[in-house]
């Protein structure tokens, strides 16, 4: 089944997404790596990288940032969409999955911040 595009998933998308570059390590089962986000959501992120996982892969992303005064912690998702070969914008969306309450407070606190930090709500 292919994965769906880009517009495809913002059209369903819950939560504003904010272009916001972050440090974050990401581990699953077979892998563990280092990458950027392009951009941040309450429900998910965007993770540029050049070796997208397949989607439906279970991941968990800790957030790696000194400048900001909230701290995240490992927060688990799953691959919702993944580039494809030859897109110039390489990486997958996650879905944040299973999010303690405490961390979802966190995670209001860090969007907030992030709003802050943004004049125009990122695009497709």
């Not at 999955?97 to 969007?111: K, S």
Request: hydrophobic content about 30%; glycine content about 10%.
């Amino acid at each position: 089944m292919p994965d769906k595009s880009p517009q495809q998933v913002e059209d369903r998308r819950k939560h504003q997404r904010y272009g916001f570059q972050v440090h974050v390590n990401c581990r699953n089962v077979d892998t563990v790596f280092s990458a950027v986000t392009r951009d941040v959501s309450k429900g998910g992120c965007f993770v540029q990288t050049d070796s997208p996982l397949p989607r439906g892969t279970g991941i968990w992303l800790e957030f790696s940032f000194t400048d900001i005064p909230v701290k995240l912690g490992s927060i688990q998702g799953r691959v919702a969409w993944s580039t494809q070969p030859g897109d110039p914008h390489q990486g997958m969306g996650i879905e944040y999955e299973n999010v303690p309450d405490v961390v979802e407070e966190l995670m209001d606190e860090f969007i907030e911040y992030v709003k802050g930090t943004e004049s125009v709500p990122s695009g497709p």
